[in-house]
């Protein structure tokens, strides 16, 4: 057990009026018995952080009752010094009445949980990863050839594979990009030969077509990578890897109820593209120029019998493959038919330019059949437009703006050596799963970044830039990985998960559900560790049956001890509620309530987690034991639009809290005493309602069974 | 199932009509924003969402027929509240003064009306109908005494000329509303033929006079016209010139029943009620006039945009007006020849807008006219607060879905 803590009580913010202070200093003192005890009525202002820096040892935790852990996290930092903060301020004195009983009663259990956790806190020792600073680039379109010059221009070397025997993916195919610069007028060169000539002459990138990467294996600093070029084989060992995959158009030859394949006039976008860029405009039947070419927006896009999403760049493609029509063919007209014309950023004022040509013909409608007219024609039908319920257009060209299918959607790319498999885990659409909002470029394999068409349709502009990004990424987790540091969003988090091995029953738990596959199988098939895949999310200390696996600084064991720590009465008109809450969102939100000065039920004693993830459920028996009435469970949004921060770590709660149901079902506990809340912290102003109304649902159920035993 | 309606678009009528005003048109994106802030648009097929759409795909001859064209007030209010900067009011206005060119017969006089360029043109017809007038009056000369118009060129001469050119100008109009009126039919049963279910009510069953009282009730009261929002002071503007020119006409009536029937030829005093009813109509067209003159000046080419067409008809009161209380003054002030050339200056610009009536904007009264009469009758019933939309009679029938769907 570690040494007993200073304590240091914060008056300030309001804390000195809510609650008494110099209780709160002799139960530090008394009960707790902390090696020192110091209140103080500014303790972040200079005074107080001179009484801090002035008393602080190494080896010695520090328990700070003040403000939230979410501000002054650089006040209260000393090196090699554990620090354990008790939130008086937002969780006490901002949301309960200034001097009620029940304040004084939460502020003291929130001191008796900080100094509990402070015990039984250790200053993480960090675990770094022998790194190699080269960075692996898989796929050589404009992605690729981005995220390659911009690692070796920051000094990295770079490996780039790429499949086919030219770099340049599909913009080397293309006549025209979109307009990337003000003001957004005219379709431009792409300008591709010249970044695959600086990509092939930088003396830090070394280039390998007609290969592919045959296996990847190890961690992030320490990845080992097979190419295979024909019969040839070569390792590498990179630090990092920038999945720059791409996308392919989907199959038009799904598309027959949009005339593909019945006509030979009906062609896709990436043909028509094609067609334009060899040099002349023809009907694929016949040879002869187009005089009415029709373009048919989310040919299979946003239909849920094909690509339920929506590819983004289409309609911008169109609206520049429209003006080709324009330009090359005297007094052509052209159509576009969309479900909505979806532009996004400056494709808006590309958007206006297309409209003012009089020659093109936009509406929004339903096409609902492309069939060959009698004379060669293409006849489209249109439905449900302001130009008629059901309308026809008579062209000689019919151009399906076909959406993009990630490479990953069946391709595993890097064939990883990983226990959870070869491929980066996707969503159902085949994209590679992530928190995209909060980290793009994230996988769900740390150290492994998508960039580009295969993490989200984008235009070829944003894909270049996606390349950028991603290669940032790539050299920022290689560096953190040196240091053993934990990549986002614990982002420089030293702890890491410690195994307790002679205990583990190799239930292989921990290995499956890890959100990262940071775990493998050792020779026994007990859990080998892959130190930098971790993200310090503590779902394997979750998902644990045994409990063996413990941070230095966060356990199962100090969170019972927290449970623990502070008395249960029995009285049954003060019902005792522990929520525990996530810190990514639903702590936030908690912190949000106090700023705004919402009331929470002060029965509530919040219990801050990495993740829902991480919640061990012997940590429900222990509060039921202990006489607690009801447990909250208050996470993120889990499901297809998960909102958690480590993926899956809302929805493994919910899994198990299935499992805890039927045990509480067993201790003829009632199941109700147990809630799982989705909140995000926008939601904040749910809490009050949220709370009270939890507290008064136990109060009708009557005390907890168990409560004095 | 019968084939869909073949869509052609019409890339002429685009350039036209992007050329006399509606040059924004192509920013739509059709959000119907313009429709949804319409004070007066029906509930059914309402516009002018979809007259912009087919402005845009250049759908010349669904909008030439369109009596929704007619039933916008053009209040603007759509263009002030257009995000797209597409100006569906001045497009609606390019619509009709396209729709009154191309329905003008004969239809060279339309082209006439169309531009600035044939304005020497439009002034030489009535100088030269003045020479031949006084030719077969006997020749040309500054009677002597006090100036009373009729020793100078015979009161029936006027008429004659005059309102036989009217007459035959009128009869073109008959001609071109007739074709307006069986285009609107065949509009309406090709769009119910295209939408059933968002087909106009059924046929009002009201006898047509009944229809007319009613529609020139309307009329009277502005009362379309005054639930636009945003032009506000444009209803009492166009509501001054029009009771002016009411006015005006019932004074010229009340001139010729003294001239025919009482066998007065003088001029007669202002104290006289027909100089009195005559006066207070010129001075309501003045005042109705500055005020549309300057709201026109002050929206500017940013807010909205005033073409030709607009400046015209325009012109063409205020050189009317003017040049009659000239011709009024220099009589009763200083007589003599001044007197009866200021007088006739007067009659070549009353000329002017009366006979070029049917081919200039002034040909909305014509064709207004008679698309709220066709609405009227076709059911197209106007939502406007005050007025309880009757069952039709075939009741029973499900009502058709209101607000803009589609």
Redesign the interface.
Same mark, same amino acid.
């Given at each position: 057990m570690a040494e007993k803590p200073l304590v240091y009580i914060c008056s300030g913010c309001g804390i000195g009026e809510a609650v008494k202070v110099d209780q709160l200093c002799a139960l530090a003192e008394g009960e707790l018995k902390a090696a020192g005890v110091k209140a103080h009525p500014f303790l972040c202002g200079p005074e107080g952080r001179q009484l801090l820096a002035g008393d602080v040892t190494q080896g010695r935790p520090v328990v700070i009752a003040a403000c939230s852990p979410r501000v002054n996290a650089d006040v209260f930092r000393w090196d090699g010094v554990t620090v354990e903060r008790v939130n008086l301020r937002e969780l006490v004195a901002w949301s309960q009445p200034g001097g009620s009983q029940a304040a004084q009663h939460l502020a003291e259990d929130y001191l008796r949980m900080g100094v509990a956790r402070a015990e039984k806190t250790e200053s993480p020792q960090p675990t770094p990863v022998a790194t190699s600073e080269r960075v692996l680039v898989v796929g050589g379109g404009i992605s690729g050839l981005a995220a390659a010059l911009g690692a070796a221009d920051a000094g990295h070397d770079v490996v780039l594979v790429e499949k086919e025997p030219q770099l340049g993916g599909w913009v080397a195919r293309w006549h025209r990009l979109l307009p990337q610069r003000a003001p957004y007028r005219d379709p431009q060169p792409s300008g591709i030969e010249e970044l695959i000539a600086r990509v092939t002459s930088h003396p830090r990138i070394e280039v390998l077509t007609e290969a592919e990467v045959e296996s990847t294996a190890g961690q992030p600093g320490d990845f080992t990578v097979t190419v295979r070029r024909g019969e040839e084989r070569s390792e590498y060992q990179v630090g990092a890897v920038v999945l720059a995959t791409g996308w392919r158009p989907y199959d038009a030859g799904k598309l027959a109820h949009l005339g593909f394949g019945r006509s030979p006039d009906v062609v896709t976008s990436v043909a028509f593209e094609e067609m334009v860029r060899a040099g002349r405009i023809a009907r694929p039947s016949d040879g002869r120029v187009p005089r009415r070419v029709a373009f048919i927006q989310c040919a299979g896009s946003r239909d849920p019998n094909h690509l339920p999403y929506c590819s983004s760049f289409c309609c911008a493609v169109s609206l520049k493959q429209a003006l080709y029509v324009r330009e090359q063919i005297p007094?052509a %007209?052209a159509f576009i038919i969309y479900k909505d014309?979806r532009a996004p950023g400056p494709g808006e004022l590309f958007y206006?330019r297309v %409209?003012?040509?009089? $020659?093109i013909?936009?509406?929004?409608g339903d096409v609902t059949g492309v069939h060959p007219g009698s004379d060669g024609q293409v006849i489209v039908?249109?439905e449900?437009?302001?130009? $008629?319920? %059901?309308?026809?257009?008579?062209v000689d060209l019919a151009v399906l703006a076909v959406g993009a299918v990630p490479a990953t959607a069946d391709d595993p790319a890097l064939h990883l050596r990983y226990r959870q498999g070869p491929a980066v885990p996707t969503d159902r659409y085949g994209f590679p799963d992530s928190n995209f909002i909060c980290f793009p470029y994230e996988t769900r394999r740390t150290g492994i970044y998508a960039a580009g068409c295969v993490r989200q349709p984008m235009d070829a502009a944003a894909a270049a830039d996606d390349g950028a990004g991603a290669a940032l990424k790539a050299i920022q987790s290689i560096r953190m990985a040196a240091r053993g540091e934990a990549v986002h969003p614990r982002a420089g988090d030293l702890s890491f998960p410690r195994f307790f091995l002679q205990n583990c029953t190799q239930c292989k738990r921990c290995t499956e559900e890890c959100p990262f596959g940071a775990l493998d199988d050792d020779e026994r098939g007990t859990p080998k560790l892959n130190p930098s895949r971790c993200r310090r999310c503590g779902t394997c200390m979750g998902a644990c049956p045994q409990r063996i696996i413990s941070f230095d600084n966060y356990s199962v064991d100090q969170l019972t001890a927290a449970i623990k720590s502070f008395p249960v009465p029995d009285d049954p008109e003060q019902p005792r509620v522990l929520a525990f809450v996530c810190e990514n969102d639903a702590y936030p939100a908690f912190d949000m309530a106090g700023i705004n000065r919402l009331q929470l039920d002060p029965a509530v004693r919040v219990v801050p987690l990495r993740c829902l993830g991480s919640l061990n459920v012997v940590l429900i028996a222990d509060a039921f034991s202990r006489g607690i009435d009801g447990v909250l469970l208050i996470g993120c949004r889990s499901g297809d639009d998960y909102q958690c921060h480590f993926v899956r770590g809302s929805e493994l709660a919910e899994r198990r809290l299935t499992n805890v149901q039927e045990t509480l079902d067993r201790l003829m506990i009632e199941r109700e005493r147990v809630q799982l809340v989705h909140l995000a912290i926008s939601d904040f102003d749910r809490l009050p309602a949220l709370t009270s109304e939890f507290v008064a649902q136990m109060k009708r159920l009557g005390p907890n069974p168990y409560k004095g035993f | 199932m019968a084939? +869909?309606?073949?869509?052609n678009?019409d890339?002429g009528f685009?350039?036209e009509i992007?050329r006399i005003g509606g040059e924004a048109m192509?920013?739509?994106?059709?959000c119907g924003t313009c429709t949804s802030v319409c004070p007066i648009t029906p509930d059914e097929q309402p516009f002018p969402?979809?007259e912009m759409?087919?402005a845009?795909?250049?759908?010349k001859e669904r909008l030439l027929n369109d009596p929704d064209i007619w039933l916008c007030h053009g209040c603007g209010d759509c263009s002030a509240y257009c995000p797209?900067g597409a100006k569906p009011s001045e497009v609606m206005a390019a619509l009709r003064g396209y729709a009154i060119l191309h329905h003008a017969v004969p239809g060279f006089l339309g082209r006439w009306l169309s531009s600035p360029a044939y304005i020497p043109l439009l002034l030489a017809v009535p100088v030269l109908l003045m020479i031949v007038g006084f030719a077969l009056a006997g020749g040309f000369s500054i009677p002597p005494g006090e100036v009373h118009y009729y020793k100078l060129i015979p009161f029936i001469v006027i008429e004659l000329v005059g309102n036989g050119f009217m007459l035959l100008a009128l009869i073109g109009a008959g001609i071109g509303l007739r074709r307006f009126w069986q285009g609107m039919n065949a509009h309406q049963a090709a769009?119910r033929a +295209?939408?059933?279910e968002?087909a106009p009510a059924a046929a009002r069953e009201e006898s047509f006079v009944a229809s007319v009282v009613a529609v020139v009730r309307d009329i009277l009261a502005h009362r379309r016209f005054r639930q636009c929002g945003e032009a506000k002071p444009r209803a009492r503007q166009h509501a001054l010139m029009f009771y002016g020119f009411l006015l005006l006409f019932a004074a010229s009536g009340g001139r010729l029943i003294y001239y025919y029937v009482l066998g007065s030829h003088d001029e007669l005093p202002l104290s006289d009620p027909v100089k009195i009813v005559g006066n207070i109509g010129g001075l309501a067209m003045i005042l109705g006039l500055i005020g549309v003159t300057a709201n026109r000046l002050r929206r500017g080419p940013g807010v909205s945009t005033s073409t030709y067409f607009d400046w015209f008809l325009i012109w063409a009161f205020i050189m009317a007006v003017v040049t009659g209380f000239a011709a009024q003054g220099v009589r009763l002030n200083v007589g003599g020849a001044a007197a009866y050339y200021t007088y006739l200056v007067h009659l070549i610009f009353v000329f002017v807008l009366l006979i070029y009536l049917p081919y200039s904007k002034f040909a909305h009264l014509l064709y207004r006219f008679t698309a709220l009469l066709w609405a009227r009758r076709a059911g197209r019933e106007l939502s406007l607060p005050g007025r309880v939309t009757p069952v039709p009679a075939s009741a029973g029938a499900p009502a058709p879905p209101t607000g803009a769907t589609?």
């Open positions: 007094d %007209q014309l206006r %409209q003012e040509d009089e $020659g013909f936009l509406a929004k039908e249109v449900d437009s302001l130009l $008629g319920e %059901q309308v026809s257009l008579e | 084939e +869909a309606p073949r869509i678009p890339l685009v350039r992007r192509k920013y739509c994106y059709q969402r979809k759409l087919w845009q795909w250049g759908l797209r769009l +295209a939408s059933p968002g589609t």
